[in-house]
Nanobody, 126 residues
Framework: QVELVESGGGAVQAGGSLRLSCAASSYIYRSNCMGWFRQEPGKEREGVAVIDAGGFTTYYADSVKGRFTISQDNAKSTMYLQMNSLKPEDTAMYYC???????????????????WGQGTQVTVSS
């Protein structure tokens, strides 16, 4: 049973924009915490942005602040990551994740998340 499905990745030039989507099974979407993570080959998975059940953003990586925006559409059980002013260093596989966490524990710690999508590749060329 597919629970989280990402889409929207692709190849863009530096300065461009992409919007990632994460469609969730309804019971997963009702989890208290959702987030976006990214991973480059040979590196650890890092948190990009996290949002709690109330729709409040609890975390943005310093490297994406002011450029990326996390949001949700409750009617569609979908989470988004709007990425603007993309840089080559944003190149990575991007994953969405979900977990049943209280607001205080809804942070960018990959180990706390129970459900993961298959990932969508983002490639930014200079």
């Amino acid at each position: 049973q597919v629970e989280l499905v990402e889409s929207g990745g692709g190849a863009v030039q530096a300065g461009g924009s992409l919007r990632l989507s994460c469609a969730a099974s309804s019971y997963i979407y009702r989890s208290n915490c959702m987030g976006w993570f990214r991973q480059e080959p040979g590196k650890e998975r890092e948190g990009v942005a996290v949002i709690d059940a109330g729709g409040f953003t609890t975390y943005y990586a310093d490297s994406v602040k002011g450029r990326f925006t996390i949001s949700q559409d409750n009617a569609k059980s979908t989470m988004y990551l709007q990425m603007n002013s993309l840089k080559p260093e944003d190149t990575a596989m991007y994953y969405c994740a979900a977990a049943y966490l209280s607001a205080s524990r809804c942070q960018a710690d990959a180990g706390r998340f129970d459900y993961w999508g298959q990932g969508t590749q983002v490639t930014v060329s200079s």
